[in-house]
């Protein structure tokens, strides 16, 4: 249409809507699962991506930051005032999280980026925050879409995934429907999983499979029971009927030839009996210390895939995948590539720092 720039031809084809709360610091690892599904799903069948940020979608736990604490622990902290926060509260917030989480290089960074700016209601934080994570390079907002605003508070934003120029954010009040949109079908999407370096690290050193890390945390412990020190043990155990065997075949051959090396028979016993029972016992001590530092590992593994027992896509935040699994902030788009080949009945476990996926079939 003559007088149109290239920016509104884009807005004028079929677009693919996700409604969304704006949640507090970027919300849930499902609000991110679901955003690269709709960049996803908007590049299958080139259409626009729009993200509509609505408040009356807000649900349990929108309102906290989510998180893992430096024990495993799942941890939520209230977030601040959704109209906006003085800089004392959020200096406040930002303290007792950096406190109570891991101290890992990635946490502060990732708090002081995903924490609202002191004065900024949740919603203009959250339409300039996801259009700065997945909305490329373009930057400019769809003036039809949001009353005319601009800017990062309001602003929405054009990038490179997604059919119709990448994936736009505009709030609940400035969206205008068109006949050609179409809703987001969230029921084909594969079940997204996060893990960080260190989880897989994990997984080595117990000798577990990724997949090994759905069943939960009592599965994990009873599957590493199972290994844990039995070779050592049934070694012991051998080693010692070898040795009461040994003595009775001396025992009878001294008695044939004389009983003048009873006494020494006597000492041998005593002295290998004493040597192989405080071997067991150290070997005791050893396996009980080790079966703690495992437990602590398969504790934070488990915690990590299911918080509390429940789905890590909404027990845990965005922060928690930034500060603890190194997921990189300016480079979520290229996650968009882990639903290929993935069907509504799988499970995809995503190495966050480097983007390498394992697909679970669960059909």
Do not use: Y
């Not at 920016?7 to 677009?15: A, F, K, L, N, Y």
């Not at 609202?116 to 339409?127: F, I, Q, R, S, T």
């Not at 119709?164 to 084909?188: H, I, N, S, Y």
Request: aromatic share 4%; charged share 20%; hydrophobic share 40%.
């Amino acid at each position: 249409m003559p007088g149109q720039s290239p920016q509104q031809d884009r807005t004028c084809g079929r677009r693919l809507i996700l409604r969304q709360a704006p949640a507090f610091a970027g919300g849930s690892l499902g609000m991110l699962n679901r955003c690269l599904w709709l960049l996803h799903r908007a590049a299958k069948e080139n259409a626009s991506a729009l993200l509509v940020l609505d408040e009356s979608c807000a649900a349990d736990g929108d309102d906290t930051l989510r998180a893992l604490d430096a024990k495993g622990n799942w941890l939520r902290l209230p977030g601040t005032p959704a109209l906006g926060c003085s800089a004392a509260e959020r200096a406040a917030l930002f303290a007792a999280a950096l406190d109570r989480m891991p101290g890992t290089a990635e946490a502060g960074p990732a708090l002081e980026r995903l924490l609202p700016p002191a004065g900024m209601p949740w919603l203009d934080a959250a339409v300039a925050l996801w259009s700065q994570l997945l909305g490329g390079s373009g930057g400019k907002s769809d003036r039809r879409d949001n009353g005319g605003r601009s800017g990062g508070g309001g602003g929405s934003s054009s990038g490179t995934a997604g059919g119709g120029g990448g994936l736009r954010v505009v709030r609940a009040g400035d969206f205008q429907a068109r006949p050609e949109d179409r809703a987001l079908d969230l029921t084909t999407m594969p079940t997204v999983v996060w893990m960080g370096p260190r989880h897989f690290q994990a997984l080595a050193e117990l000798g577990l499979e990724a997949g090994d890390a759905l069943a939960g945390e009592d599965a994990l412990l009873h599957k590493v029971k199972q290994r844990d020190g039995s070779r050592t043990h049934l070694a012991g155990a051998a080693l010692a009927a070898d040795f009461e065997r040994g003595l009775a075949q001396l025992r009878q051959a001294i008695l044939s030839e004389g009983p003048g090396l009873l006494g020494s028979w006597a000492r041998l016993r005593r002295t290998g009996k004493r040597a192989l029972r405080d071997h067991q016992h150290a070997a005791e001590r050893f396996h009980r210390n080790r079966r703690g530092i495992r437990g602590s590992r398969v504790h934070a593994l488990a915690q990590a895939v299911r918080p509390g027992g429940g789905v890590q896509s909404e027990c845990l935040g965005l922060v928690c995948a930034a500060a603890l699994f190194r997921l990189d902030l300016d480079r979520l788009v290229e996650h968009c590539q882990l639903f290929h080949g993935a069907g509504p009945q799988d499970t995809v476990i995503v190495n966050a720092e480097s983007g390498i996926c394992l697909c679970q079939s669960l059909s």
